[in-house]
């Protein structure tokens, strides 16, 4: 077999390369500019160093004394100290941005780097949508993710303020503090919450995870009469909007008394977790291989043990994982605790809630951003049981 | 449901079924090991097994019943419930059937004496006030007119209190109306009580209930039905005892009547009693009598409303369609269903409104979503996982956190607006309004549902094989042909799906809206909330609350349709 070599040709230094990363080194200096006020100075600023970057990097890419990687390194330093010189340390960090954007464009554009992921018929304009393309997705993966990383260096903030304040942009030590932390450890309404929170969480998930997963297990057998009427009951939870869950409940849980009550707030919150817990275990138990329990009563095994050594630690990670859907459901959720609790239970979210609807202090973005971490914390814990699960079960590891 | 692991007819294994369908196949009976037939021990383990499955499922079935479905039940029912009416003014809305609306004429004398028994009972136990509160959604000004008249409701009646104290002193004790009115078992049974209560001590049981005399409730009808209401109240309400307290005026108006109406009256007793209800009878054509209409309207002008009795017989059904109609901008008033004022009718508009938001919010989902879920479908898995954590992320973090993180983003002082300004685009005292409006509802809620489309999207396109594609390049189509006419065909279930999701998850959403839609951006569950924590209206939260759970029920039936509720994946 003789191996297949594609020779792409270099694309032109002065006719595509240069021009192009000028314009893009001019659309930086245009922002800088009119950032400091002098539009034309930053334009014209930026069209020329950047002109000069692109010309320095190809020339030396071309005598092989860098390699692609290096390019952006290279315009780091020289837009970083550019950065330093007019705007001090946020200046260098600005710049550095900037130049490891125009540091990686010149070389991307001069090695035709570009053409990579497209096919080496396509044409032009085909490689030109190709990389739009992949700047719209790129946009959009920055809307989804931008919001919430914004508010984690918002939430150090020095001032009570929900915005940036100049002394946090020019990376002024002053201009952070961990005193919305240390309001949220300290301030009695917001430990209660916390409190109340971790009261009511764990008790809803114990309830959802032990009666989701018998029912989970009687489901799975192969005769149940009315089986899509009991599933449709058991799922309803899930589908019917909060706010109808929540009015029914409150109007419910008054009549017998339940409404303002520990006890209100767990049932419900445990009846919104079960769907979740009856999904993730049945899905389990999809691939559970019946012949095994047929095999431990076989050799002596009564129904009881079968479950805890057979059954159970095979689908320990879906229970797991519909624990914690049921965990954070009940964690996250606001609606129906303000319904059916009563300002005994407040919990995190709600105080949230409460703090957002009457803006009183960025302590909400403290808990934000500890939220966050803890959403972190889960995500990371439910892929490696999805992997463990699939790999007990055979099945390729995702 | 019937996937091939749980699908009884799939197994090829040594199930029950199939051991059965075996045992009709074969000729002859076929016993088991201990001689019964083998069908039917089948049989019995097949039984056996079904009710192990439902045993398991017992627990949980059970909890939801009464967790969740039983409080939808009661929403569903309290949106057409309106006992209310029947139940506080029941002698009123009995003398109302024979009144029409339409005759123009207030109602007869008769009905308001009724509503003055009705009313004084409903004061002594403050119900009036509810009630009118609850006619108040109705007709404004109802709400005052009750209030108001359950101050002077007690007076209604002295005139005839005093004629006939003046008659005879024995009008004024309670002990002479409860010979009149009790039964004498429990003019026993009280006596042991009181005497049992005077001696003991500790002795903390309640005074036996009141009972009426044999045969009052005919000679003196409208008498014994307010007595025994008086008695009730001042037992239940008040703990006091119908032996020590001087019956309510409008009971001794009521006295009156039932003399008019019936002279012999004393005829059903004897002794003592006889005589000063005879004497009653004898004198009571001759009281000075009440205009008890002139009564009503001298307390409040608005018993002189038709409107208002119009409004208390349209709702005196233990059951309204009221609240639905409301729900959509009509109401009923006594000459039938009409349209709401102008400025009143706001849910069809909000209705609209959630719905045309909604749509926007999808519509944005699939612009944003398509891009990405093709991406991750095209790049290796080891690429793709890495991407897919950050569709995640956002999915499992808290709603608050990023709806919080909106709020900071969109304010005015906000730090979109703040680089704006710093740009120079946006002049410093022209800061957009990004939020408390319908955009900053569309761009917070697109955001925190974009991963219900991204999911199912992806799901679908992985299944599609890139050959198809190839192929149709090959055959000669452009690159847009091949993604219109071959790839995007099969990517439209995972459109589907994702669209109904987002929609249905949009529709009934509060949160957000709550926090970032102002005025302008709020959704049809605002209203619901409203009316239940300020308002109070609930019969109105109710009935719209049941509106949106059957739009959203259709919707998930469909979905269930499209793509199967059991192919819900959590990722």
């Known amino acids: 077999m003789s191996e297949l070599t594609v020779d792409t040709p270099r694309p032109s230094l002065t006719g595509f390369t240069l021009p192009l990363t000028t314009a893009f080194g001019a659309f930086f200096g245009l922002i800088a500019g009119s950032a400091s006020g002098s539009v034309l100075i930053g334009l014209v600023a930026g069209a020329v160093i950047a002109a000069a970057l692109a010309f320095g990097l190809c020339t030396l890419h071309g005598n092989k004394t860098i390699r692609r990687g290096h390019g952006k390194w290279i315009g780091a330093a020289v837009f970083g100290v550019l950065g330093l010189i007019v705007g001090g340390v946020s200046g260098l960090l600005a710049g550095a941005l900037i130049g490891i954007a125009v540091g990686w464009f010149a070389l991307w554009l001069h090695t035709g780097a570009y053409r990579d992921n497209v096919p080496i018929y396509a044409t032009g304009p085909q490689v030109l949508w190709h990389n739009t393309f992949l700047f719209i997705c790129g946009a959009v993966f920055f809307f989804l993710i931008a919001p919430i990383l914004t508010i984690i260096p918002l939430s150090f903030n020095a001032e009570n303020f929900f915005t940036f304040t100049p002394e946090m942009i020019a990376l002024d030590p002053e201009g952070y503090s961990l005193k919305h932390y240390n309001d949220f450890f300290t301030n009695p309404d917001w430990q209660q919450a916390l409190w109340n929170s971790v009261k009511i969480a764990p008790a809803a998930t114990f309830i959802a995870v032990s009666l989701g997963t018998l029912a989970a297990i009687g489901l799975s057998q192969s005769h149940v009469p009315f089986r899509r009427a009991i599933m449709a009951i058991m799922i309803s939870p899930m589908i019917v909007p909060l706010i109808i869950s929540a009015a029914g409940m409150y109007f419910f849980y008054s009549r017998i008394g339940l409404q303002g009550t520990y006890v209100g707030v767990v049932l419900a919150h445990a009846a919104l977790g079960i769907p979740f817990v009856i999904i993730t275990v049945t899905a389990t138990l999809v691939g559970f291989d019946r012949s095994l329990t047929r095999a431990a009563a076989n050799m002596g095994a009564n129904p009881v043990t079968t479950f805890f050594k057979v059954q159970m630690p095979l689908i320990l990670p879906g229970v797991i994982s519909g624990g914690l859907f049921a965990f954070i459901t009940s964690f996250d959720e606001v609606v129906v605790v303000i319904f059916v609790g009563s300002a005994n239970q407040q919990t995190l979210p709600w105080q949230m809630f409460t703090g957002l609807r009457e803006q009183i202090s960025p302590t909400i973005l403290a808990v934000a951003t500890i939220l966050v971490c803890l959403s972190i914390a889960l995500l990371t814990t439910i892929e490696l049981l999805r992997r463990r699960s699939e790999k007990m079960r055979g099945l390729s590891p995702g | 449901m019937t996937s091939s692991a749980t699908d009884p007819d799939a197994f090829t294994g040594a199930t029950p079924d199939n051991a059965l369908r075996d045992a009709d196949r074969a000729e002859g009976p076929m016993l088991a090991a201990d001689g019964t037939p083998l069908k039917k021990s089948l049989m019995r383990a097949l039984r056996r097994e079904k009710m192990r499955a439902l045993m398991l499922i017992a627990p949980l079935l059970i909890f939801i019943l009464v967790s969740f479905i039983a409080p939808i039940i009661d929403m569903l029912f309290r949106s057409v419930e309106n006992q209310i009416v029947s139940e506080t003014l029941p002698r009123t809305v009995i003398a109302l059937d024979d009144w029409d609306y339409e005759s123009g004429e207030l109602p007869d004398e008769a009905v308001y004496r009724a509503l003055a028994y009705d009313l004084v009972a409903a004061e002594a136990e403050k119900r009036h006030t509810r009630l009118g509160s609850r006619l108040n959604y109705e007709t404004t000004g109802i709400s005052s007119l009750f209030r108001r008249s359950g101050r002077d409701i007690d007076d209604v009646g002295e005139v005839y209190a005093d004629q006939f104290i003046a008659l005879n002193e024995a009008w004024e004790e309670p002990a002479f109306w409860v010979g009149l009115m009790a039964s004498e078992t429990w003019i026993e049974d009280q006596a042991e009580w009181a005497a049992r209560a005077a001696d003991e001590e500790n002795f903390d049981r ?31 309400e008040d703990e006091d005892s119908p032996t020590e307290e001087e019956p309510w005026f409008p009971v001794y108006m009521a006295l009156y009547h039932d003399l008019i109406d019936n002279p012999d009256a004393a005829g059903a007793y004897g002794g003592q009693m006889a005589e000063v209800l005879g004497a009653a009878a004898e004198a009571a054509p001759g009281f000075e009598s009440q205009d008890i209409r002139q009564t009503f309207l001298d307390i409040e002008e608005g018993w002189g409303d038709l409107e208002v009795w119009g409004t208390i017989e349209a709702f005196s059904n233990p059951y309204t369609a009221g609240y639905f109609l409301a729900s959509v901008d009509l109401q009923l008033t006594p000459a039938g269903i009409e349209a709401k004022p102008d400025n009143e009718s706001i849910y069809i508009l909000l209705f609209e409104r959630t719905l045309f938001m909604s749509l926007v919010i999808m519509g944005s989902c699939i612009l944003l979503g398509y891009p990405i879920a093709y991406l991750l479908s095209t790049l290796p898995l080891r690429v793709s996982n890495v991407l897919l954590i950050l569709v995640l992320l956002p999915f499992w973090t808290s709603l608050l956190v990023r709806t919080s993180a909106w709020k900071v983003l969109l304010q005015q002082q906000g730090v979109i607006n703040d680089i704006l300004v710093w740009l120079g685009l946006v002049a410093d005292n022209e800061r957009l309004v990004m939020i408390n409006n319908q955009f900053g509802t569309i761009v917070a809620m697109t955001h925190i549902l974009l991963p219900f489309m991204i999911l199912p999207l992806y799901s679908v396109m992985k299944t599609i094989p890139p050959t198809y594609v190839r192929a149709a390049k090959s055959l000669g189509a452009t690159n847009w042909t091949a993604f219109w006419r071959v790839y995007f065909p099969q990517s439209v279930p995972g459109i589907g799906a994702g669209s109904i999701l987002v929609f249905i998850l ?66």
């Open chain 2, 506 to 571: 949009a529709i009934g959403y509060y949160i957000t809206p709550e926090l970032v839609g102002g005025t302008t951006g709020t959704f049809i569950s605002n209203r619901i909330a409203y009316h239940i924590s300020s308002s109070l209206n609930w019969g109105l939260a109710a009935a719209l609350g049941t509106i949106l759970l059957v739009v959203v029920l259709v919707l998930y039936w469909v979905y269930d349709k499209i793509v199967g509720i059991d192919n819900v994946s959590l990722g």
């Open chain 2, 206 to 236: 309640a005074e036996p209930r009141f009972r009426l005399r044999d045969g009052v409730a005919e000679v003196l009808p409208q008498t014994a039905s307010a007595y025994s209401e008086f008695a009730r109240i001042t037992q239940v």
